[in-house]
């Protein structure tokens, strides 16, 4: 069974960092581009940060650029996001998906989803 897991969110302060991951069980990340979305109730999902298979492209909103980094780690079959400098607009359930695609930030486009992690960045 294809299965993603997002974990690392939680409460931080203004200009804090999180690091958040994306596990997957029942299939190889390596295989996939792999996209960070985020939703805040009455809003459309949002694309964040996206990776290619080879790890060698990644692409961001402009909202994170400077700020956020995606990796894998192929040994682990996980993919990482990075998140620094949060400020309260980064307030959101984030989710990690996948594709066999290219990187985009259509949420449609995906097809694999985890659950979603909640980061609430407040003082």
């Known amino acids: 069974q294809v299965q993603l897991v997002e974990s690392g969110g939680g409460l931080v302060q203004p200009g804090g960092s999180l690091r958040l991951s994306c596990a997957a069980s029942?299939?190889?990340?390596?295989?996939?581009?792999i996209g960070w979305f985020r939703q805040v109730p009455g809003r459309e999902r949002e694309g964040v940060s996206c990776?290619?298979?080879?790890?060698?492209?990644?692409n961001y909103a402009d909202s994170v650029k400077g700020r956020f980094t995606i990796s894998r780690d192929k040994a682990r079959n996980t993919v990482y996001l990075q998140m620094n400098s949060l400020n309260l607009e980064d307030t959101a359930v984030y989710y990690c998906?996948?594709?066999?695609?290219?990187?985009?930030?259509?949420?449609?486009?995906?097809?694999?989803w985890g659950q979603g992690t909640q980061v609430t960045v407040s003082s």
């Open positions: 990776i290619s298979r080879s790890g060698i492209t990644s």
């Open positions: 029942g299939f190889t990340l390596d295989y996939y581009t």
């Open positions: 998906a996948a594709r066999a695609g290219v990187c985009g930030s259509n949420y449609r486009d995906f097809n694999y």
